[in-house]
């Protein structure tokens, strides 16, 4: 980053008059994130001096340019527009005029909703999470889905280094029968 040419001197103290500053934003290359982050420190500090009274060099250098306006434009937020709008009363909207009707869905849908939404929260495909792995699953229900969905309806305790499954009767049978058809051929 390249400083300004020069710095005026007002009194004795060394200011930065409003277009040294300008300039010196200017210098900074803002297509990168440091430049943009180096530009915002910059004009914070700018605009913190020309108000924090303590600065008195500073402020008294601001003072005759500072307009909000100036100050937007110090900052760079002069390219934004001015808002259109303040209220939503006359934003056209486009709902319809019948409702859409609900979607319907066929076994495949519901299984895989079911097998993802639910029991894959326990279940992972290859590897031990609260539940056994799919793939072990698989290989002990191969052809057996209403057997995967009647043992998910009504878990009983079957390994002494896992928890008891929470039976999953929310789920009506056919979801239940659909998810465990899923389980079956899921292959990740
Ligand atoms: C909250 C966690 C959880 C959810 C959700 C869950 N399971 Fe399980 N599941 C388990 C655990 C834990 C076991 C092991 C229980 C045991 O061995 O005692 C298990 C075991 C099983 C078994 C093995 C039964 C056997 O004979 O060894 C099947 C089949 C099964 N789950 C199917 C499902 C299906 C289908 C769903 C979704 C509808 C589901 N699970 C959802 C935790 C879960």
């Known amino acids: 980053m390249r400083g300004p040419k020069h710095v005026v001197k007002r009194g004795k103290t060394p200011v930065l008059a409003a277009e040294q500053a300008r300039e010196l934003l200017d210098a ?17 500090m700018i605009y913190s001096f020309a108000r924090v009274g303590a600065v008195c060099s500073m402020n008294v250098a601001f003072r005759t340019e500072a307009t909000p306006a100036y100050y937007q434009l110090l900052m760079g937020l002069d390219k934004y527009g001015e808002c259109e709008f303040d209220s939503t009363a006359n934003v056209i909207s486009y709902t319809l005029p019948e409702p859409v009707p609900a979607r319907s869905m066929d076994d495949v849908d519901k299984g895989q909703l079911a097998y993802y939404g639910i ?14 792995p799919t793939q072990i699953i698989q290989a002990l229900y191969m052809d057996n889905p209403q057997g995967i969905a009647d043992y998910a309806a009504n878990p009983e305790k079957k390994r002494p280094d896992y928890p008891e ?22 292959k990740r």
């Open 165 to 186: 499954m929470p039976p999953q009767s929310h789920l009506d049978e056919e979801t239940r029968l659909a998810a465990a058809e899923f389980m079956l051929q899921v």
């Open 28 to 44: 900074i290359d803002t297509s990168t994130i440091a430049g943009l982050r180096d530009r915002a420190i910059l004009a914070v």
């Open 119 to 132: 029991c894959a929260g326990c279940h992972a495909y290859n590897s031990r999470m609260i539940g056994p």
